[in-house]
């Protein structure tokens, strides 16, 4: 980026600040007329002098301009007007000053909206520049940039600097003109009275941006943030060692500083706005004084002086506003200095040219010679100390560490993910720390210890590294498309649309969306995560238009499933739902609403306060009848609960009331013991919601006969009625011949549910689910909808072994020539990493294949191994390698053989 802001300013946005500047200087003259015409209407419609000779017309819109005396006194006649009475004269010349008012304000208008676009715009383009030199770091500058402040960077610290790129050139020259040319009104009128203004701007503009630059470095001693964040990290030291008294006397003592600062701010505030506001107002005692004896001596006339005061009326504004511009222009300064530095060119790689790019993207094959390499560890120690080898690629590569950090680091080196080292490696006559990261990212895949997984689903996480370029545009609307792409030009964004088909299924071997699932489906297999895929499956929810076919059959494998059931005796194991049936493995609610809640209000806690479900059953005449029930339930539970710690078992078995709501519902049964009348609005509500969470049998306490379940069953329907009348769309209802998509696909499967008084149903349902599924042949189906399982912020939402697993799944399937593994396989236990060792070592018999082994017991299958020994790389080939097959995959290189020294 240009190291000074205005320089960056101007080349991306010249053209719309020559532009709006133009718009500017046009508005000056219809500026100035406004300013001249309180002076016509108190000449000559108020005192009448333009009909001081006896005339009973006066000219009206006759255009010209009366020189001063000190410039020749003449006038200037432009255009001769029309004769008017003297109230026509006073309302012709106040509706044309209302015209220039009107005129002078659409000015403003379409310059402070041309402001704000080109502000936004450059802003966009900013965050867009700032972004892609984030994408060109280096990896060592990464492990030196704090993420958290790279990004608050580009969406904070540059919101300021979008701010003030509108105003940059286009605030100062709209602003000073106006100044200028109500300052040169008002030394036509009298050059006297136009120099007092002007001294008195002399001194407001050099005294008051000196006293608000202290201002500004005051404020900047106002750190309390970054201490309370370190305290937050650090909480738990804070409690292990007992250190509150200390952190709170430390931040105390912060506060009392802050405290301080703040008084000084008060007090230089609230005096530049006090001398401003002096300044401001003893210009007009002047004109009041000085233009007051001009005007008893004659030598200036009464509508000169309203017009010199009204005048100077549009003086203070814009000129306050070009200190606080200044002022906002050093404080935008500093922040872009430190945007600079941040984004310095020493941490960024080299750009490159796409057609140049394409061709340095050629297959990473032939002699891979490391020459005189020297890595120095964190403390300058020397780990590797002129290490040397040779291998002919593609080959399989075992990096034998012997506990040591030299093959890690080695590793690392090789998948461009450090450059910290000495020395030369090259591929053929090609640097390896030379070639753009456009050719590394695409010939080169990296499994690091700690798998970074983006939010999103497992089919998104699975083809990011298909998606390095659209391959073909997707329909969309023409003056939308043609407007986004205008946009994107103008702002230096790319013209591309997520909405592009951006997967390369080619590059997999596929045609299509559905044969990418399959690949992606085997490769997760053959990892050992098939069995995971289907039951996301089985626990997520169907889009009826995404899976079409699986839909269609959804109902026939229920029906099916549930012969099954019949048919081996296994009924029992789960009750469905029948919407003239009460479901006594279901809760009250799920009984009431009979369908699944789409919004948060119908879920939880939330529905016993929600106004649609409590007149629903208001009408039914159910409402206290599950308040007495939630009684019944709240002192239950308080005997039981009573003297047991929070985390007993029994506050899980029993989930209507947590340890933390105990003494809430004691509080209740207090007040209703005493006798203080009807409860509460707000009890009501809290027992209500006691009962809606019940099971009977689960929790079997009895409080359910067939009476309340017939009550329930019926109240359904009007539930069902006042949800639907009111288009609440808050949930979507059961229908036993059609899917409910806002219900998981098992449960869509089983419409019902298992029940809770048969041991061991729900692995026999499960066999059973599985095996109507496998004989439907809607397996394949099942596992896609888990491809579209969501993996949460970093891939915390799956275990260590299932983001590895997605990681080098998605390291595989953009068919690399060099696969570099480091500690990738560490989560899984020995008996799975060796069989993954193997399944690698399969897939990549045309490939480069670089593993970090603990040690040479497994090294016995690749070609080469590498050890590291004194500072030194010791490369030997295996004694008997694995047979490989002389033929490539396709775009996938020949493997040549050659020696290794």
Request: hydrophobic fraction near 45%; charge should be negative; charged fraction near 25%.
């Amino acid at each position: 980026m240009e190291k000074s802001l205005f320089r960056y300013i101007w080349t991306h946005s010249k053209r719309d600040q020559m532009i709006i500047c133009a718009v500017v200087l046009a508005s000056l003259p219809f500026y100035f007329m406004s300013l001249d015409l309180p002076r016509q209407i108190v000449n000559q419609a108020i005192q009448g002098e333009a009909f001081r000779d006896g005339n009973p017309t006066a000219p009206f819109l006759n255009l010209s301009f009366d020189w001063p005396g000190w410039l020749g006194g003449s006038t200037w006649e432009i255009f001769e007007g029309f004769q008017v009475s003297r109230v026509g004269l006073l309302m012709g010349l106040s509706f044309v000053f209302l015209f220039f008012v009107i005129v002078n304000g659409a000015f403003k208008y379409w310059i402070n909206v041309s402001k704000g676009v080109l502000g936004e715009r450059m802003l966009r383009r900013m965050r867009f520049d700032l972004f892609s030199m984030v994408l060109r770091f280096t990896p060592d500058a990464l492990r030196t940039v704090k993420s958290s402040e790279t990004a608050t960077i580009i969406k904070d610290e540059v919101e300021p600097i979008g701010g003030f790129i509108g105003d940059a050139f286009i605030t100062p020259v709209f602003l000073g003109t106006q100044a200028t040319t109500a300052l040169v009104f008002i030394m036509v009128q009298n050059v006297w009275l136009g120099l007092i203004a002007l001294a008195v701007i002399a001194v407001q503009f050099t005294v008051i941006p000196r006293l608000r630059r202290e201002l500004l470095r005051l404020g900047k001693q106002r750190q309390l943030a970054g201490r309370i964040a370190e305290v937050l990290d650090g909480i738990e030291v804070v409690h292990v060692h007992n250190a509150y008294g200390w952190e709170k006397a430390e931040i105390g003592h912060r506060l009392f500083n802050l405290f301080t600062i703040r008084l000084k701010i008060y007090n230089r505030k609230f005096f530049v706005k006090t001398l401003n506001n002096f300044l401001a107002q003893l210009t007009p005692f002047f004109f009041y004084a000085i233009g007051g004896y001009f005007a008893l001596r004659g030598t200036l006339d009464i509508g000169q002086l309203v017009a010199v005061i009204a005048a100077y009326r549009e003086l203070p504004p814009p000129l306050k506003e070009l200190i606080d511009w200044d002022q906002q222009r050093l404080d935008v300064q500093v922040k872009y200095d430190q945007v600079t530095q941040h984004f310095a060119e020493d941490r960024l790689g080299p750009m490159l040219e796409a057609r140049e790019a394409a061709e340095a993207d050629q297959p990473l094959i032939g002699s891979f010679v490391g020459e005189d390499i020297r890595v120095a560890g964190p403390h300058g120690d020397l780990i590797i100390e002129g290490g040397a080898f040779t291998v002919e690629l593609p080959a399989s590569v075992a990096l034998i560490s012997n506990g040591g950090a030299a093959a890690s680091m080695l590793a690392r080196i090789l998948a461009r993910r450090s450059l910290e080292f000495s020395g030369r490696i090259r591929i053929g006559e090609r640097d390896l720390t030379q070639l753009p990261m456009v050719v590394t990212g695409h010939r080169i895949a990296y499994a690091g210890v700690d798998p970074i997984l983006f939010p999103g689903s497992i089919r998104d996480n699975l083809v990011y590294g298909l998606r390095s370029k659209p391959l073909g545009r997707l329909k969309e609307d023409g003056q939308e498309m043609d407007r986004r792409i205008a946009e994107a030009l103008r702002t230096g964004n790319p013209i591309e649309s997520i909405s592009d088909q951006w997967v390369d299924y080619e590059r997999l071997g596929a045609k299509d969306e559905d044969e990418l699932d399959r690949i992606l489906l085997d490769l997760l297999d053959k990892v050992g995560m098939g069995d995971t895929i289907y039951l996301f499956g089985l626990a997520g929810r169907i889009d009826p238009e995404r899976h079409t076919s699986l839909a269609e059959r959804l109902v026939e494998a229920r029906h099916r499933l549930r012969d099954t059931f019949q048919s081996n005796g296994m009924g029992d194991l789960v009750e469905p739902f029948d919407p003239e049936r009460y479901n006594s493995q279901a809760t009250i609610a799920e009984n009431l609403l009979f369908g699944v809640p789409i919004s948060d209000e119908f879920k939880g806690r939330n529905l016993a306060d929600n106004a649609q479900f409590r007149s629903a059953i208001d009408r039914a005449e159910m409402t206290d009848d599950l308040v007495q029930m939630g009684l019944q339930i709240a002192e239950t539970m308080t005997e039981i609960f009573e003297g047991l710690p929070p985390g007993h078992s029994l506050f899980e078995q029993f989930s209507f009331i947590g340890a933390d709501e105990l003494t809430e519902f004691e509080a209740i049964l207090r007040r209703r013991g005493r006798g203080e009348g009807s409860l509460r609005r707000e009890d009501r509500t809290r027992l209500l919601s006691l009962p809606l969470a019940y099971i009977e049998a689960r929790h079997r306490l009895g409080l359910l006969d067939d009476a309340m379940t017939g009550r329930i069953v019926e109240a359904r329907g009007i539930v069902r009625e006042v949800l639907e009348k009111a288009e609440s769309g808050g949930v979507e209802f059961y229908d036993p011949e059609g899917i409910c998509a806002a219900a998981p696909l098992r449960d869509n499967l089983l419409f019902g549910r298992v029940s809770y008084q048969v041991a061991n149903a729900r692995a026999r349902v499960a066999e059973a689910v599985a095996a109507v599924v496998r004989e439907l042949d809607l397996q394949e189906e099942v596992e896609r909808v888990g491809l579209e399982y969501q993996v949460g912020t970093a891939g915390r939402l799956l275990s260590p072994q299932e983001r590895a697993s997605v990681n080098l799944v998605r390291c595989l399937v953009k068919r690399p020539d060099i696969l570099v593994i480091d500690g990738a396989l560490a989560p899984f236990d020995e008996a799975r990493s060796q069989q993954l060792m193997q399944l690698l070592l399969e897939l990549f018999d045309q490939q480069s294949l670089f593993m970090v082994l603990p040690n040479d017991r497994q090294a016995g299958d690749f070609d080469v191994q590498m050890r590291f020994r004194d500072g030194q790389i010791i490369t030997d080939k295996t004694a008997a390698p694995a047979p490989r097959p002389s033929s490539p995959k396709p775009d996938a290189p020949q493997r040549i053989a050659g020696e290794v020294a």
